[in-house]
């Protein structure tokens, strides 16, 4: 996967070792979700890196220089701190917004993970202290920790089921005299 991930989105002929969404940032057309993407993907690159210890070296030979890349990246805008998008080049490239944004703070913070000796999250095996609490969320307390034990739930009785059919008639009525109503409009 990281081969694949490497290959994919940190292509030769685009800059040594920089991210690129490489099906949209050439073209300039990215959406929404494209624009965030590096964000996410530079977060679960330093995550593995953390708990797969061998790929720490091979991973951060790329989120460093990415890093770099953002950071010359923003510089841009009226204010002179907006991010862009294109990291392979130190001259903003004329995009912003919320995406770049989160992709560039995504890729620096990454980079603050770039320790060897940073241990992986705690587990309830490894000294993690969390207890369950199948309680959590009914409104009941209680210290058990047993699964099934505490929760409940009411018997639905025939004045329940009497709501919930003249609620969902209300609804079907609606809908279907809406529909009436824009089909004779």
């Known amino acids: 996967m990281l081969n ?5 989105f940190f292509p030769t002929n685009m800059g040594p070792n920089i991210m690129v969404e490489t ?5 300039g057309n990215c959406n929404n979700d494209q624009r965030s993407f590096k964000a996410h993907l530079s977060q679960w690159m330093a ?3 953390q708990l797969v210890p061998k790929y720490h070296d ?3 030979d790329y989120l460093a220089p990415s890093a770099k890349g953002a950071a010359g990246q923003c510089d841009g805008g009226s204010d002179s701190v907006t991010c862009g998008r294109e990291w392979n080049s130190t001259t903003w490239d004329g995009t912003y917004g919320v995406g770049e944004q989160m992709c560039a703070l995504g890729v620096i913070q ?4 770039n320790v060897v000796s940073l241990k992986p999250p705690y587990t309830s095996v490894s000294g993690g202290t969390s207890k369950s609490d199948p309680n959590a969320g009914t409104g009941t307390s209680g210290t058990s920790s047993s699964i099934g034990q505490a929760i409940t739930y009411s018997t639905i009785t025939t004045g329940d089921k009497a709501g919930a059919g003249a609620i969902t008639a209300a609804i079907l009525l609606f809908l279907m005299g809406g529909t009436a109503w824009l089909l004779i409009a």
Do not use: D
Not at 110 to 113: E, K, P, S, W
């Open 110 to 113: 990454a980079n603050m993970m």
């Open 47 to 49: 995550v593995t890196a």
């Open 58 to 60: 091979r991973i951060f």
């Open 4 to 8: 694949t991930t490497v290959s994919t």
């Open 23 to 27: 099906t949209c940032e050439p073209l």
